[in-house]
């Protein structure tokens, strides 16, 4: 079977590990998977959790976002904390 | 979000979800004051008044409530409003009970179609406008899809009903179903009839979905991608709702999809994703269908039948990985049994291996996709630069919401004294974060160094407490002016705009290391705040000067800087 799968995804074969550890890295980056067991987690879990975690994060912006403006609405435009801000929200 | 299920109304005396009692029609009229709603309790028909009868999980003999007149399917659609209520109780039943039909032993393949016939085409209410709503957000967030569900109850309950009618194929589907998992088929059916609260919306559309891909072939594969569109409505439903939402997205799975497999990972996984409980539901039904969808792949739907039931015993199983193993077990035992030849199995095997294989490979790319449509401008197609990109993504991202949320937290703590910084610093944030966001992977290189020092320095406002909340405050100007006294130096860092944050946030001292530790910073901020308001002249005169390249990394700026100080 492994000669099998070799020869019909050779080319797969070498970016297989790359892939593995590209998503071991990415595995790092995400705080739920990060503190279980690294070693069973599986890449279409990584993949998923990675998605989900991206979403969160832009939601988590949008909500950021949301409330840097109404900081900014709070003080004054000139101030430096408002173009803070406002580079904040870009 | 409890809306996934419809109420199951039944005839009074139904004990046992079985296929014969599915198959009456209701007749008893029933009063529209009050609509008696047979609810699936623990694959036990209940009666139950829309008023919200309390509902008992009773072994299957029992009946609830019985008195009242059997409920009619269709009459709900009207009280809908009433339903929804107890509909959401009755979903929250119908969950466990969705668990007990799993292992209920289905009965005649042929009930199904005669239900299907009785029920699907009959029925029908006017939904059709559901369909469309229910199409639409199946990929939507949580929220969106509540409001849907409860406008047009009977709007989804025609839908559903036009969505089972056009065919077919959910006939044909719903044979194999039968056979596979009849109670699912039943459950499917009947809440088309019935019930178009909310969570019959999402069967139906998910119904529609299976539909439409089981038009192309019975096998797993187009269901899949049916229930895709699922996986993210009970997803999201999941992840906003709640148990309701899991339950619906389970039970809607669970009755539409047997034969995806695949989705059932997609299923548990972003079930798991947001929350373990919405996963344990949706792996029972995952874990059923996924034995169903390999079996479809097999013939033999017997033996499907009876590896469904293996699977079922099997539920705990929530991974991707286990779901494949079953049915890499369940096909080959299958196979063998039927085979009883050592080399046929061998090779069988070996074959159901590799569709497991393509399976979590599809899983994969598929999920590759996904993940390629969230990140902006990535034009690459080998996966490992789109990994790479994803992971420099996800850094940007992260460090964008620790600034912003620093931000939050500054905000109100802002110094005058470091207004003058402000400016500056909130541009090398901006271009920092744009840069990071998605600039391309050959600034990325400004982007990579910052990395490393901001997780320090973030890091820091991750920490505070109130006490430190007021670090932040001269923290995030920090990184501007933090130079020490030298006036240089903080117009060294201005200019620098991507590498301002990094710049000044190395930049402690040239006599100390930065990066060595987050207390030195925090003295360093606490004495500089001393000195803040005769810096902010300092460098407001002295910006112009050294004005290193936006790229340079960051060594560069430290290195420059302890000697340059």
């Known amino acids: 079977m492994s000669s099998r799968r070799s020869s019909q995804s050779g080319v797969s074969r070498i970016s297989d590990d790359q892939i593995i550890e590209l998503v071991s890295k990415l595995r790092q980056l995400l705080p739920e998977i990060r503190n279980r067991r690294s070693d069973k987690v599986s890449a279409s879990k990584v993949l998923q959790e990675t998605c989900n975690y991206i979403r969160n994060l832009h939601k988590e912006v949008d909500d950021l976002s949301e409330r840097l403006s109404q900081l900014l609405s709070t003080i004054d435009a000139d101030s430096a904390e408002a173009a803070i801000i406002r580079s904040l929200i870009m | ?565």
């Open chain 2, 1 to 565: 979000m409890n809306h996934c299920v419809p109420d199951f109304e039944m005839d009074d005396d139904y004990s046992i979800l079985s296929s014969s009692t599915l198959n009456r029609p209701r007749k008893s009229p029933v009063p529209e004051d009050e609509i008696m709603e047979l609810l699936w309790q623990n694959g036990q028909l209940v009666m139950q008044s829309q008023n919200q009868r309390s509902f008992k999980k009773s072994p299957p003999s029992k009946h609830q409530d019985g008195d009242q007149s059997a409920s009619k399917e269709i009459r709900p659609s009207h009280h809908h409003h009433q339903q929804q209520q107890t509909v959401t109780d009755n979903l929250f039943m119908q969950e466990d009970e969705m668990a007990s039909w799993l292992h209920y032993p289905f009965n005649d393949a042929n009930f199904d179609n005669d239900f299907c016939a009785d029920i699907l085409y009959p029925s029908a209410p006017c939904v059709t406008s559901i369909a469309t709503t229910t199409a639409s957000p199946p990929v939507r967030p949580i929220e969106q899809p509540v409001e849907p569900r409860h406008l047009p109850v009977p709007a989804s309950a025609s839908a559903v009903a036009s969505s089972s009618r056009p065919p077919i194929p959910p006939v044909r589907r719903t044979e194999l179903e039968s056979s596979r998992i009849p109670n699912f088929a039943h459950f499917s059916r009947h809440k088309v009839r019935t019930e178009p609260s909310g969570p019959s919306n999402s069967k139906s559309v998910v119904r529609e979905l299976t539909v439409v891909d089981s038009c192309d072939t019975p096998a797993v594969v187009p269901e899949s991608r049916g229930f895709r569109a699922m996986p993210s409505i009970s997803n999201t439903e999941g992840a906003s709702g709640g148990n309701n939402n899991n339950a619906c997205g389970t039970i809607a799975i669970g009755a539409a999809a047997v034969a995806a497999s695949t989705h059932s990972a997609g299923v548990s996984i972003g079930a798991g994703a947001s929350s373990r409980e919405n996963l344990a539901t949706c792996e029972l039904t995952v874990t059923s269908s996924p034995g169903c969808s390999s079996a479809s792949a097999e013939p033999a739907a017997p033996k499907v039948a009876a590896e469904d039931r293996k699977r079922k015993d099997r539920e705990a199983a929530g991974d991707a990985e286990c779901r494949s193993e079953d049915a890499e077990f369940e096909s080959p035992n299958t196979k063998k049994q039927s085979r009883g030849s050592t080399s046929t199995k061998r090779s069988r095997a070996a074959e159901v291996h590799n569709l497991s294989e393509r399976r979590r490979r599809d899983r994969i790319n598929e999920k590759m996709r996904a993940l390629q449509e969230l990140i902006p401008r990535c034009n690459k197609s080998d996966k490992a630069s789109m990994l790479d990109e994803a992971i420099e993504y996800l850094k940007s991202l992260q460090l964008q919401v620790q600034m912003m949320s620093m931000g939050c937290g500054m905000v109100p703590m802002m110094f005058p004294g470091v207004q003058q910084f402000m400016p500056p610093m909130g541009m090398g944030m901006g271009m920092g974060m744009g840069m990071g966001m998605g600039m391309g992977m050959g600034v990325d290189m400004g982007m990579s160094r910052p990395m490393m020092p901001f997780p320090n320095v973030l890091a820091g406002p991750s920490l505070p407490t109130a006490a430190a909340a007021a670090h932040l405050g001269p923290r995030f100007p920090m990184p501007a002016f933090h130079m020490p006294p030298p006036a240089p130096d903080p117009s060294r860092i201005q200019p620098n705009q991507p590498d301002a944050m990094l710049g000044s946030l190395g930049l402690q001292t040239p006599n100390q290391p930065w990066m060595s530790g987050f207390a030195d910073p925090y003295q360093q901020y606490l004495g500089l705040h001393q000195m803040q308001l005769p810096l902010p002249q300092n460098q407001a005169t002295g910006q112009p000067s050294s004005s290193k390249p936006s790229t340079s990394k960051d060594a560069e700026n430290l290195e420059n800087h302890p000697p340059g100080t």
